[in-house]
């Protein structure tokens, strides 16, 4: 038995470079490197749910299915769900602080990032080591993406429930937003994948541009969370 330190550097540096990254960006603000490093952990653990979901609820007919039913219905839907399972687990049981918005929405993306890193083991068990190196800066960020959607959602219905106007639906709101941005990151999360699937050479060239506007997207989102009233 030997230790693959080339898996491990490639496996876990990337997404360490990353959270460093955020880390350096956003330490003025209430979050720690060990914060992040559990949202990371909880992203793993979200696979737990993954697999559970698939064993409770199996798909039926699964080869009559479109792929569009495929990756929206199924793949999309039973991965970000159990992503967001993770993420409520984090933030109502793993810290005794409160955080502000922007940084539940880069906790939810942290959680998504744990959970691509779990997925790029098993592609790296199925493909080898190159399929991993070009995940690290695809499917890597796709998933912190997804998972920044969520976040940006959930956190704007914590802002809400301050909100005299809507002091009256403490739970409500909460609910809705949550639920938006849930779906916001099932619709992203399986365009991409469909894209993948159906859009032959032009599949990457597509992806790229997701990436890049997720990216923008989740800057703007950011934005907006830090110019709000905590």
């Not at 199996?58 to 967001?84: G, I, M």
Request: net charge positive; glycine share 8%; charged share 15%.
């Amino acid at each position: 038995m030997y230790f693959d330190s080339s898996l491990f550097l490639c496996l876990l540096g990337i997404p360490f470079l990353y959270i460093a990254l955020i880390w350096g960006f956003l330490k003025k603000d209430s979050l720690t490197f060990l914060d992040l490093l559990k949202a990371l952990v909880l992203g793993l653990t979200s696979t737990v749910f993954l697999h559970f979901n698939y064993a409770l609820f199996p798909p039926e007919n699964w080869e009559y299915l479109t792929t569009f039913e495929k990756f929206f219905y199924q793949v999309a839907l039973r991965e970000e769900v159990s992503k967001f399972i993770a993420f409520l687990i984090l933030i109502k049981y793993g810290f005794r602080k409160k955080f502000r918005p922007l940084s539940i929405m880069i906790l939810s993306g942290v959680v998504g990032m744990g959970f691509a890193i779990e997925e790029n083991l098993i592609y790296y068990h199925r493909y080898g080591m190159d399929v991993l190196i070009g995940r690290n800066y695809t499917s890597l960020l796709g998933h912190t993406i997804f998972g920044m959607f969520t976040g940006y959602w959930y956190a704007l219905g914590q802002i809400k429930i301050t909100d005299s106007n809507f002091s009256k639906y403490p739970k409500t709101f909460p609910i809705i937003y949550s639920s938006i941005g849930v779906l916001s990151s099932i619709l992203f999360h399986g365009l991409w994948n469909y894209n993948l699937s159906t859009s032959a050479w032009a599949g990457e060239s597509i992806m790229i541009f997701m990436i890049l506007f997720g990216l923008f997207v989740s800057f703007m989102y950011g934005k907006d969370l830090k110019n709000r009233k905590n």
